[in-house]
C-alpha cells in the first residue's frame, strides 16, 4: 500500500526556519518525481515545489523561490522541504504528493498524497 | 504562468441531479507528441488530503465510481457529475501539469 506521512510542521516566528519531512512507503520511492502542496486555512491549493527522481533538478513556485529548498534521500524514502525566511503567508497545511500510476514516464497528475503537516508562522 | 479559472465558485444540487463543473486554463495544455491534455480534477473533503478523480483531461482515476466524467479540450475542461450523491459533497479543484502547475480556485459543491 502506498503511503506518504508528513512530519516536522509547528508554530514557528517570521524570520524562522523549519524543515518538513515526507516518509514513502509501498512504491519504488526512487523511480517517481516529488511535489509539494500547500493550503492556507480556508483557502485553495497551491503547488509549491517538484523535485525529479534523482534530485538533480528542481523547480519552484515563484513566491517560495530563493527561502525554500525541497531535495530527497532516496536511500531512506524521504522527500523533505527545508523552509527559510518563513513570513506569515507560509502559514498552511503542506502536502506532500506524487505521480505514481498517472504519468506519462514522468510527469503526471498527483494520485498519492499525504495527510499534511501544519505550518503557523506567527509572533 | 498557466492561471485556471473554475466557475462557479459553487453549487447547491438536489440528490440525483447532473452537476457540471467548468475550468478554463489561460493557455493551451495540450502535449503534442502524446496528444495528451495535462489536466486534472480532484476531489478535498473537510480535514482530508485530495483525492485525484480524473487526469489527462478523461481518464477516470481507479476506483472513482463511473458517475464522475471529464472532459473538453483546447482551453476549456467539464467535471460531470452524473447524478449527485450525497457523499460526493466537496470542494473540487482542476489542476494543469503542463507548464508548471497550478490550480484553480475551487468549486464547492453542496447538497440543497
Known amino acids: 500500500e502506498v503511503q506518504l506521512v508528513e512530519s516536522g510542521g509547528g508554530l514557528v516566528q517570521p524570520g524562522g526556519s523549519l524543515r518538513l519531512s515526507c516518509a514513502a512507503s509501498g512504491f519504488t520511492f526512487s523511480g517517481h518525481w516529488m511535489h509539494w502542496v500547500r493550503q492556507a486555512p480556508g483557502k485553495g491549493l497551491v503547488w509549491v515545489s517538484r523535485?525529479?527522481?534523482?534530485?538533480?533538478?528542481?523547480f519552484y513556485a515563484d513566491s517560495v523561490k530563493g527561502r525554500f529548498t525541497i531535495s530527497r534521500d532516496n536511500a531512506k524514502n524521504t522527500l523533505y522541504l527545508q523552509m527559510n525566511s518563513l513570513i506569515v503567508e507560509d502559514t498552511a497545511v503542506y502536502f506532500c504528493?506524487?505521480?505514481?500510476?498517472?504519468?506519462?514516464?514522468?510527469?503526471?497528475?498527483?494520485?498519492?498524497w499525504g495527510r499534511g503537516t501544519m505550518v503557523t508562522v506567527s509572533s | 504562468d498557466i492561471v485556471m479559472t473554475q466557475s462557479p465558485d459553487s453549487l447547491a444540487l438536489s440528490l440525483g441531479e447532473r452537476a457540471s463543473i467548468n475550468c478554463k486554463s489561460s493557455q493551451h495544455i495540450l502535449y503534442g507528441p502524446n496528444n495528451k491534455h495535462y489536466l486534472a480534477w480532484y476531489q478535498q473533503k473537510p480535514g482530508q488530503p485530495p483525492k485525484l478523480l480524473i487526469y489527462w483531461a478523461s481518464t477516470r482515476e481507479s476506483g472513482v465510481p463511473d458517475r464522475f466524467s471529464g472532459s473538453g479540450s483546447g482551453t476549456d475542461f467539464t467535471l460531470t457529475i452524473s447524478s449527485v450523491q450525497a457523499e460526493d459533497v466537496a470542494v473540487y479543484y482542476c489542476q494543469q501539469y503542463f507548464n508548471s502547475y497550478s490550480f484553480g480556485q475551487g468549486t464547492k459543491l453542496e447538497i440543497k
Open positions: 504528493a506524487s505521480p505514481i500510476f498517472s504519468t506519462d514516464g514522468a510527469n503526471g497528475a498527483f494520485d498519492f
Open positions: 523535485i525529479n527522481r534523482d534530485g538533480s533538478s528542481t
